[in-house]
């Protein structure tokens, strides 16, 4: 499904340069939820941009059903970037335009007719639990129906992969339920790849399938829930694959 081979990105800052992420190689399996968790810094979000090229790595590829993503000329690019979903912390709403509006933008970028749109919107809509919002605008909706309203529209393109950057941070516990809730229904009902970028160690416990751990920019340590089971930690300290497994590396050895 993806596949990144050994990717980099580096920015210039005041002190020099900055090493955001660091000979990355990753594969992700095709209808997996993915999680990508790390601190603060750990360059999980700039991964994610490098993955639909919204950031050019540096070096190494990117490839996307079998396809060499990195190499595509903008307009066949943009084309390739329509089949990937992308929801966001802040949900980047618009705010002046009502919720079908909102979710009908990446159709209208496609070209797709208008009957053909409000069909689609209204569907994905449905599928969200929100066809009764249509005609609102975003500030009358609660933090999590925002956060449907985004998820919606990522799904307008009938996206293969959904990239996720700590779509629930910003949201209370139950509403971080409802939308993993979600999430889980997209990926089960619809057979979509996720990924989901997160520093919340429940969010990967409670969704995911498989798991890496970013550290500096580096991918340092990659396991599934056919390790074992998810398990909540006995502590706080300890490695990631300690806490979310119960179990350290060396058990698997």
Excluded: W
Excluded at 68 to 74: A, D, G, R, S, W
Excluded at 177 to 194: P, Q, R
């Amino acid at each position: 499904m993806l596949s990144l081979s050994r990717i980099s990105k580096s920015f210039e800052v005041k002190d020099g340069v900055y090493q955001a992420v660091d000979s990355v190689t990753l594969e992700v399996e095709k209808g997996s939820i993915h999680g990508i968790i790390g601190a603060s810094g750990a360059g999980k979000s700039t991964l994610l941009r490098l993955i639909n090229l919204l950031e050019r790595p540096d070096e190494g590829s990117v490839i996307l059903n079998g396809r060499e993503m990195t190499v595509l000329p903008e307009k066949l690019l943009r084309q390739e970037r329509q089949k990937i979903g992308m929801i966001f912390q802040q949900f980047n709403l618009v705010a002046n335009v009502s919720v079908s509006r909102n979710v009908s933008i990446p159709l209208e970028l496609a070209g797709v007719p208008k009957r053909e749109r409000t069909e689609r919107v209204e569907e994905c809509l449905r599928f969200v639990g929100l066809a009764d919002k249509a005609g609102q605008y975003p500030a009358q909706l609660s933090g999590g129906q925002r956060q449907r309203v985004a998820i919606a529209r990522a799904l307008a393109n009938h996206p293969g992969l959904l990239l996720c950057d700590e779509p629930t941070s910003s949201l209370d516990p139950a509403t971080t339920t409802e939308i993993l809730g979600v999430l889980k229904h997209i990926n089960e009902k619809l057979g979509v790849t996720i990924v989901i970028v997160t520093h919340e160690m429940d969010v990967v416990k409670r969704l995911c399938s498989h798991v890496s751990v970013m550290e500096d920019g580096r991918i340092v340590d990659t396991f599934s829930r056919a390790d074992g089971e998810f398990l909540p930690a006995a502590s706080s300290s300890g490695s990631y694959r300690e806490q979310i497994l119960g179990k350290a590396r060396e058990d698997y050895a």
